[in-house]
């Protein structure tokens, strides 16, 4: 599903590179938390699998394919088959719930017939079933956060990339958001998600990757949160 | 689907940039105006010149009684002034001879560049005269016999006047070698460097509305950037997400096109042929048509529609990371 092979990142007028020398393989259907002090080169891994940044050395393999070969043109035809969910939800907040949901599709050109029926679904799906017109300001964070997970799901895509999806959140809300990112997993999506929630990835015991300076420091599976920061 | 999101998309842009937007269409408005403008009037000024120039001849004014006799009364002045310079000089020796006339006819026809040649008895050119000038107080003191014989020559080549001057001024029995194009020309110097002027108004109003498009387009890319950052992450095609941003450019373009084309139609109507009537009122100048004008304005809207779009577009990759 992913494969890194002794990727490298560096920024320009950056002297030490964000990432370094990462390998690693990701299998479909997998749960991945991606742990590390900010800095550590977490959102540069994520944002070359979504290919908003291209590696510096070696290979980044996404979906079978390699992202150095994937033209410019071709590359919104593979984020249609990732789903990515942020700290901030990043909902518009003049559109409605459903609207917001329904735009994700709307934009990929999806006829309309399918859209109205995806979006009740999957905001049955993650639990906001019943508030299909309300709008992003009338919600709680948790709820929010929910609708921009039912956006990044609604395509079915077969990776999520959630950074940091509770950092906006308590902890009780977050258990919620972390049962539906479990579920989601099961569907047989694989997720990938950047936290710094110690108590979540301890409760989860899921595979953890560790970055630290850009490096590959620890891939544990059922693993924990690790050191103290 | 595609087609109604995208409208509602451009919609809300243009009334988010409300004041660029007037701006934009405004600039556009009197740059293609302008250009429209220079268009009609550079066609203008064509057929005026093929009209003008086909009437114009070159024409070879020959010497009469009253020539001859001036000019030599002004040669017996011991002081010597130069009066009337070419009767100074030509006429010395009496008027046209038959001969004269013959020969220069003949030579005349033998030239190549020569189209036709008309002769225009003394009678006919009073007769012509009074026609034009009869009600004047002048016209009633002047005689058949003050009247000069004339060659009307027509050339094929109007621009090669100069070869008829030079061969006939001065010879006997001519008086003066008249070239009328001489004088409409310095009219269409002047046309000439209005239009010039107007085209370079345009170019300058031209590269303001260029400038307010990108810096629209800038505004609009920053104002929608959370739409197009979450269009880009659900993998919407750099196309989709560009297509707006241009839309709304185009349609900006394309209402500033049809303000130009009102006013160019406008123009015509109140200004050529009814309000101020030149029409009537300048007769001498054959005025375009509607056909003309009209025939201008697809160009209007087609550059009014394309340009705005291309400014968008490539604005759109500076400001808009796709």
């Known amino acids: 599903m992913i494969r890194f092979d002794s990727v490298s990142k560096s920024y320009p007028k950056q002297n030490r590179p964000a990432l370094r020398d990462v390998s690693l393989d990701i299998a479909k259907g997998e749960f991945v938390f991606l742990v590390g002090s900010s800095g550590s080169g977490k959102s540069t891994f994520l944002r070359l699998i979504l290919r908003e940044e291209r590696a510096s050395h070696g290979q980044v393999h996404v979906l079978g394919k390699d992202l150095a070969k994937l033209s410019n043109w071709k590359v919104p035809q593979m984020r249609r088959q990732l789903g990515t969910v942020f700290q901030d939800f990043r909902l518009l907040p003049n559109k409605t719930v459903a609207e917001n949901v329904a735009f994700a599709q709307e934009v990929i050109g999806k006829p309309r017939g399918e859209i109205r029926k995806a979006v009740p679904q999957v905001l049955e799906l993650v639990g906001l079933g019943g508030k299909e017109q309300r709008m992003p300001g009338e919600l709680s964070g948790g709820e929010q956060q929910r609708v921009a997970i039912a956006r990044a799901f609604v395509n079915r895509p077969a990776l999520l990339i959630a950074d940091e999806p509770t950092g906006n959140l308590d902890p009780q809300t977050s258990v919620g958001i972390m049962k539906l990112l479990d579920r989601i997993n099961r569907t047989g999506t694989t997720v990938i998600m950047a936290t710094h929630d110690q108590q979540i990835v301890d409760q989860m015991r899921k595979r953890v990757i560790e970055l630290e300076q850009g490096r590959l420091v620890r891939d544990q599976s059922r693993g924990v949160y690790g050191y103290q920061h | 689907m595609r087609a109604q999101f995208v409208m509602s998309e451009i919609g809300v842009g243009l009334r988010r940039n409300l004041t660029m937007t007037f701006a934009v269409i405004i600039s556009v408005a009197l740059s293609l105006a302008l250009f429209g403008g220079s268009l009609l009037m550079r066609e203008q000024v064509s057929k005026m010149k093929g009209y003008w120039y086909d009437k114009a001849n070159v024409t070879i004014y020959l010497c009469n009684k009253q020539d001859a006799q001036e000019a030599s009364e002004s040669n017996t002045k011991a002081d010597g002034t130069p009066t009337q310079a070419a009767g100074?000089?030509?006429?010395?020796?009496?008027?046209?001879?038959?001969?004269?006339?013959?020969?220069?006819?003949?030579?005349?026809?033998?030239?190549?560049?020569?189209?036709?040649?008309?002769?225009?008895?003394?009678?006919?050119?009073?007769?012509?005269?009074?026609?034009?000038?009869?009600?004047?107080?002048?016209?009633?003191?002047?005689?058949?016999?003050?009247?000069?014989?004339?060659?009307?020559?027509?050339?094929?080549?109007?621009?090669?006047?100069?070869?008829?001057?030079?061969?006939?001024?001065?010879?006997?029995?001519?008086?003066?070698?008249?070239?009328?194009?001489?004088?409409?020309?310095?009219?269409?110097?002047?046309?000439?460097?209005?239009?010039?002027?107007?085209?370079?108004?345009?170019?300058?109003?031209?590269?303001?509305?260029?400038?307010?498009?990108?810096?629209?387009?800038?505004?609009?890319?920053?104002?929608?950037?959370?739409?197009?950052?979450?269009?880009?992450?659900?993998?919407?095609?750099?196309?989709?997400?560009?297509?707006?941003?241009?839309?709304?450019?185009?349609?900006?373009?394309?209402?500033?096109?049809?303000?130009?084309?009102?006013?160019?139609?406008?123009?015509?109507?109140?200004?050529i042929d009814h309000g101020f009537e030149l029409r009537t009122k300048i007769q001498i100048i054959d005025f375009m048509g509607w056909s003309s004008v009209i025939a201008k304005l697809p160009y209007v809207l087609f550059i009014g529609l394309l340009m705005p779009s291309v400014a968008a577009f490539l604005a759109l990759r500076k400001y808009l990371k796709v």
């Open chain 2, 88 to 271: 100074v000089t030509t006429c010395l020796k009496g008027a046209v001879t038959a001969d004269q006339k013959k020969q220069i006819e003949t030579e005349l026809k033998q030239m190549d560049l020569v189209k036709s040649v008309a002769y225009e008895s003394a009678d006919e050119a009073y007769k012509h005269y009074q026609e034009q000038y009869g009600h004047t107080a002048l016209a009633s003191s002047i005689t058949p016999d003050q009247m000069q014989e004339s060659f009307r020559v027509k050339l094929k080549n109007p621009e090669k006047y100069k070869v008829v001057t030079s061969a006939f001024a001065g010879r006997d029995g001519i008086h003066t070698v008249d070239d009328q194009r001489q004088a409409i020309d310095v009219l269409f110097k002047i046309l000439n460097y209005v239009n010039i002027a107007a085209l370079g108004i345009m170019l300058i109003m031209l590269i303001v509305a260029l400038l307010l498009i990108v810096n629209t387009v800038r505004v609009s890319a920053f104002s929608r950037r959370r739409e197009t950052g979450i269009m880009r992450l659900v993998g919407a095609s750099s196309f989709y997400i560009q297509v707006p941003f241009i839309m709304e450019a185009a349609v900006a373009g394309l209402i500033g096109a049809v303000i130009a084309c009102l006013m160019l139609v406008s123009g015509q109507y109140f200004v």
